[in-house]
Every structure is written in C-alpha cells, then in structure tokens.
C-alpha cells in the first residue's frame, strides 16, 4: 500500500522555525514529484512548495519563497520542508502529496503572534 507518513509541526512563536517530514513507503519515491500543500481555517488548500525528487528541482509559492526550503533524502525516502521566520499567516494543517494522489495524514502547524 502506497503511504506517506508525516511528522513535525507544533506550536511556534512568530519568527520561529519548523521542519516538517513526509516520508514515503509502498512506491517508488524517486519517480514522483512531492509537494507541501496547507489548509488554513475557512480557506481553501493550497500548494506552497514541490521536489522533484528524482533531480531535486524545486518550486515555491511566494507567499513562502526566501522562508521556506524543501528538500530531500533519497536514501530515506523523506521529504522535509524547514520553515524559518514563522507568521501567524502560515498556520494550518500541512499535508505532502505525491504524484498528486498520495496524501499524508497532515499536520497542524500554529503560529502564535
């Protein structure tokens, strides 16, 4: 079965720092795109960063460009998303997505102001 299993997130201060990981199992995680999506209270979700694990090509939304940094671990089938200089803004639940049909379980992250 096909599964990505996140962890991280928490509860952070403004200007404060997170990492989140998303790790994969069940599939061939080289051969997709991974991307960080987040849904806020009342908002729609929305897609914030990619990798392209296979090459590492990345991708930001600007609302999080220069903050955020996707990376990740072939090795250890993971993705991670560290997240720096925190606003109450990004707060919501953090989901990873492969291939656009795998999901994890999300994660809530809360910024406090």
């Known amino acids: 079965e096909a599964r990505l299993v996140q962890s991280g997130g928490g509860l952070v201060q403004t200007g404060g720092s997170l990492r989140l990981s998303c790790t994969g199992s069940?599939?061939?995680?080289?051969?997709?795109?991974v991307g960080w999506f987040r849904q806020a209270p009342g908002k729609e979700r929305e897609g914030i960063s990619c990798i392209s694990v296979q090459n590492g090509i990345t991708y930001y939304a600007d609302a999080v460009k220069g903050r955020f940094t996707i990376s990740r671990d072939n090795a250890k089938a993971t993705v991670y998303l560290q997240m720096n200089n925190l606003e109450p803004e990004d707060s919501g639940v953090y989901y990873c997505n492969a291939g656009g049909f795998i999901w994890g379980q999300g994660t809530q992250v809360t910024v406090s102001s």
């Open positions: 069940g599939f061939t995680f080289d051969d997709y795109v």
